[in-house]
């Protein structure tokens, strides 16, 4: 029961932290469609990412877990295609200056955005396993 009670936070806060991240994530007027890409992201964690590590061992160990962000890019673009009101648009990133290390600003288009938001619910569901376990 810990195990789903883990895999549910790490799915909360790895959407909280992408949709805070990249502003442009819009899941339409539905409530329930928060529910559904909540879900999803926890099947993905729980059901298929076990199963595709297993069978794309060898790529797995090549690309250093890149499996996980693959799997939460087609997520993300089966959300856009089937879910009524979920898009993510373009981002216009302001820049930032964390303790001297300057991020300069950028423009991500829609398709950049749309890997950025997978890249950054990917590194925090690293993350938050790392601590948890």
């Given at each position: 029961?810990?195990?789903?009670?883990?895999?549910?936070?790490?799915?909360?806060?790895?959407?909280?932290?992408?949709?805070?991240?990249?502003?442009?994530?819009n899941l339409?007027?539905?409530?329930?469609?928060?529910?559904?890409?909540?879900?999803?992201?926890?099947?993905?964690?729980?059901?298929?990412?076990?199963?595709?590590?297993?069978?794309?061992?060898?790529?797995?160990?090549?690309?250093?877990?890149?499996?996980?962000?693959?799997?939460?890019?087609?997520?993300?673009?089966?959300?856009?295609?089937?879910?009524?009101?979920?898009?993510?648009?373009?981002?216009?990133?302001?820049?930032?200056?964390?303790?001297?290390?300057?991020?300069?600003?950028?423009?991500?288009?829609?398709?950049?955005?749309?890997?950025?938001?997978?890249?950054?619910?990917?590194?925090v569901q690293?993350?938050?396993?790392l601590i948890?376990?």
């Amino acid at each position: 029961m810990r195990h789903y009670l883990k895999a549910i936070i790490i799915a909360v806060l790895a959407y909280y932290i992408a949709s805070t991240l990249i502003p442009t994530i819009n899941l339409g007027t539905d409530p329930q469609n928060l529910l559904v890409v909540i879900g999803g992201i926890l099947i993905t964690q729980l059901i298929l990412h076990p199963i595709f590590s297993l069978v794309l061992l060898p790529i797995n160990i090549l690309t250093l877990g890149g499996v996980s962000f693959f799997l939460n890019l087609g997520l993300i673009y089966t959300f856009m295609k089937f879910l009524p009101g979920f898009s993510i648009g373009a981002y216009n990133f302001p820049g930032a200056n964390i303790q001297g290390f300057i991020l300069p600003q950028a423009y991500l288009n829609q398709m950049m955005a749309i890997v950025a938001v997978a890249l950054i619910i990917t590194l925090v569901q690293k993350v938050l396993h790392l601590i948890f376990e």
